[in-house]
């Protein structure tokens, strides 16, 4: 078994990476054998040197390794691309044609950006991982094929399972070992180097002298964060070469290659999946409000017909303890401060202690006092959706985690609203 260290002079691999290192070493041990392999990484870091790696060490060494961008192939071909057709198949096919894994039998096939597969698709490739089987387009003869597959993808396949976009039987069949290229930034120790080569080739190429770094540019090179990676460091290291007349380049002139450089230093933005419960657009959260207001409001009809009936807010507060609790909150409070809450959200005088009054109203006039409350209420949905949060915020003390939780959505959400209403 080869050595890592040969392996990367055999194939031109530059770096020291501990995480680099690993990987050329998995490739290194499953190459004798026919287990499938998956190598994953951002786009850029040199995926496509793994499965040669592995093909050249195994013993399908001297038959054929074919190399296919799943990603490059439209989708209404990519089927006779890889199996094959037969005549007449579809428009155009004048001829029986062989797919890849036809022609590179007993060899490997190495799928880039096997993320891109249509659905379709992936369901005709798990039949060849399985056993090896296969129908050309427009065929209905089965045909047996014998080939190492290697896959690569940049994308996350555990997101693309979720959206259903990959079959998840396919990624644990092609997935049996994953090999992961480290991005380029984690590599830090390996970037001057690879800049250094690159440049060094690159003054062969057009004949004129290599392109060195000053101390502040070698500096800027190794914090800028490399969204292109080992792909983007050799088409910066090319055009620095070949554009500029001086060989000594400066952190000034590095800078006007390297596309937002002035974001170097900041923290990388991670996309992360919104929760369930987490309100993502206005449209329900009007929905929220709308129903919270009819609960509110409900309520409020019922404490009030209570009061008109008895003009007893001792008693009332008593037979309606529950409901007082749920309209203001589970904390106690004195009983004075919520026959005033009452009276206020009612819009009622507050009652005078120890006094007799006598109802006159007709029946029919408390439920018309009823309807006018219900008129009155018509603030506009922002208003109502601000009162709704300042009293949830007064009720919690101004724990915004205890409120976001009563209003049914995400503290996210709330501190959101609060910045906007400025409360």
Known sequence: MENIQSIKQRFELIGNDVKLNRAIEKAIQVAPTDISVLVTGESGVGKEAIPKIIHSLSHRKHAKY?????????EGTIDSELFGHEKGAFTGATQTRSGYFEVADGGTIFLDEVGELPLTTQVRLLRVLENGEFLKVGSSQVQKTDVRIVAATNINMFEAIKKEKFREDLYYRLSTVEINIPPLRERQEDIHLLFRKFASDFGQKYKMPTIRLEEQAVQLLLKYRWPGNIRQLRNIAEQISVLEETRSISAAALNSYLPNSNNTNLPAVIGQAKKESD???????????????KGDLTDLKKLTLE???????????EENETLIRKIYGNKEEEVSQQESNVAEVLHLPEPVVETAVTVTQSQEDRYHFAEEIEEEETLSLQEKEIELIKKSLERNRGKRKA????LGISERTLYRKIKQYDL
């Open 279 to 293: 309100f993502s657009n206005e449209r329900e959260i009007l929905y929220k409000v709308l129903f919270d207001m």
């Open 307 to 317: 009061l008109l009936k008895n003009n007893d807010s001792e008693k009332v507060q």
């Open 66 to 74: 074919i190399a296919v961008n799943c990603g490059a192939i439209p």
């Open 403 to 406: 409120a976001a939780s009563e």
